[in-house]
C-alpha cells in the first residue's frame, strides 16, 4: 500500500474511528515448557500488522528477542495471532478472537504462566480490543473471563492507533500499570503526525528493547 499526506490522514482517521468504538465498547502456541517450568514459564502473544508477513512481525520479533536475554534462563513461548493483517483496523476483531481464545487456552492448561500480550498497528489494536471492556459490536466475541488481569502479567505494543485518540494501554484502569504503549514521533497511526517512516521503524529503534526492559520487570 502507498501511503500520501491524504492516505495519512485518512488512516489515521479510520484507525481513530475504528479503535475509538472498540475501546469503548487455533492452532496451540508453542508453549512454553510450563507444566515443568511453573510459575518460571512465559508466554508472549503477539500479532503483526499490515505489510507483514504472517507471524509476530519486526516489532514482535524485535521485542521478543530483547526479552530473552533479560529473563535468564526462563522457558519462554510465542504465539502468533492468526489474522489477515490489513489496513481494515476493524478487521481487528478477527484477531482479537483468536488471541482470546489462545489466552484462554493457557490460562486452562498451564495457568502459572506469566502471559504478555504485544502487538504493532493492527496487532497493537487486538490488544486493546481483548483488553477493553468488551462487547460483539465491531464482531468481537470471546471476550476474556474475569480473572485474566491475573494470568496477564505485561502488554506492550508499538504504533497502537487508540493512542492517536488519547487512549493508549497506559490509561486502562486494569491494565494501565503493566502497559507500555510507544508511539514515535511523527507516527500517522498512533499521533498527528504524516511520517509512515516513523510507523514502520519500530523493531529497528530501541523501543523494542526499552518495551522488553520494561516488561521483564514485570515477570
Known amino acids: 500500500?502507498?501511503?500520501?499526506?491524504?492516505?495519512?490522514r485518512v488512516l489515521r482517521g479510520a484507525a481513530a474511528a475504528a479503535l475509538a468504538t472498540a475501546a469503548a465498547i487455533i492452532s496451540p502456541l508453542a508453549l512454553?515448557?510450563?507444566n515443568a517450568a511453573g510459575s518460571n514459564a512465559i508466554g508472549v502473544v503477539s500479532a503483526g500488522g499490515p505489510?507483514?508477513?504472517p507471524g509476530i512481525g519486526r516489532a514482535g520479533q524485535a521485542f521478543v528477542d530483547s526479552l530473552r536475554g533479560k529473563v535468564g534462563n526462563r522457558s519462554l513461548g510465542v504465539y502468533a495471532v492468526n489474522y489477515p493483517a490489513s489496513y481494515d483496523f476493524l478487521a481487528a476483531a478477527n484477531g482479537a478472537n483468536d488471541a482470546s481464545a489462545h489466552i484462554q487456552y493457557?490460562?486452562?492448561t498451564c495457568p502459572d504462566t506469566r502471559?504478555?500480550?504485544g502487538g504493532y498497528s493492527q496487532g497493537a489494536a487486538i490488544v486493546d480490543v481483548i483488553t477493553s471492556v468488551p462487547f460483539p459490536a465491531i464482531g468481537f466475541?470471546?471476550?476474556?473471563?474475569?480473572?485474566a488481569?491475573?494470568?496477564?502479567?505485561?502488554?506492550?505494543v508499538f504504533g497502537n492507533p487508540t493512542a492517536e485518540v488519547g487512549l493508549p494501554?497506559?490509561?486502562?484502569?486494569?491494565?494501565?500499570?503493566?502497559?507500555?504503549?510507544?508511539?514515535?514521533?511523527?507516527?500517522?497511526?498512533?499521533?498527528?503526525?504524516n511520517s509512515v517512516p516513523a510507523h514502520r521503524s519500530y523493531g529497528a529503534d530501541g523501543g523494542a528493547n526499552q518495551a522488553a526492559a520494561f516488561v521483564a520487570n514485570l515477570l
Not at 141 to 147: A, G, V, W, Y
Not at 149 to 156: E, R, T, V
Open 141 to 147: 466475541n470471546n471476550p476474556l473471563p474475569p480473572d
Open 32 to 34: 512454553p515448557a510450563a
Open 1 to 8: 500500500m502507498t501511503f500520501t499526506a491524504g492516505s495519512n
Open 115 to 117: 502471559l504478555v500480550l
Open 51 to 53: 505489510d507483514e508477513p
Open 106 to 108: 493457557v490460562m486452562n
Open 149 to 156: 488481569p491475573d494470568h496477564i502479567a505485561a502488554l506492550a
Open 169 to 193: 494501554l497506559a490509561s486502562s484502569p486494569v491494565y494501565g500499570f503493566k502497559a507500555i504503549d510507544l508511539c514515535n514521533g511523527g507516527d500517522p497511526v498512533c499521533s498527528d503526525g
